[in-house]
Nanobody
């Protein structure tokens, strides 16, 4: 298994940008697909983005395309989420995940970070 630690969250004004990072332990991170999920206040956990093991493929939720981009650097055991044009409704806790199945279902992922808070002011 792997251990994941998110960083990069914070308070930002609407229209601003943030780049989240997720650092994975171990030297087998490249064997796992990776994803980002978020939990807004009072709402269920929702899919944000996913990326393949070799970083050749990645995608964001339809509602986030054009604003959110996932990437990874296996040499650094790190996955990133670039967030642009942030909106107040993007506020929530953002979680990094790793697993065996490439997709948008949270149940596909076995390993989770503790989350990082993103707050977008209006």
């Amino acid at each position: 298994q792997v251990q994941l630690v998110e960083s990069g969250g914070g308070l930002v004004q609407a229209g601003g940008s943030l780049r989240l990072s997720c650092l994975a332990s171990g030297r087998t991170f490249n064997e796992y697909v990776a994803g980002w999920f978020r939990e807004a206040p009072g709402k269920d956990r929702e899919f944000v983005a996913a990326i393949s093991r070799d970083a050749g493929n990645g995608y964001s939720a339809d509602s986030l395309k054009g604003r959110f981009t996932i990437s990874r650097d296996n040499a650094k055991n790190t996955v990133y989420l670039q967030m642009n044009s942030l909106k107040p409704e993007d506020t929530g806790i953002y979680y990094c995940a790793a697993g065996e199945i490439y997709g948008a279902d949270a149940g596909f992922y076995s390993f989770w970070g503790q989350g990082t808070q993103v707050t977008v002011s209006s």
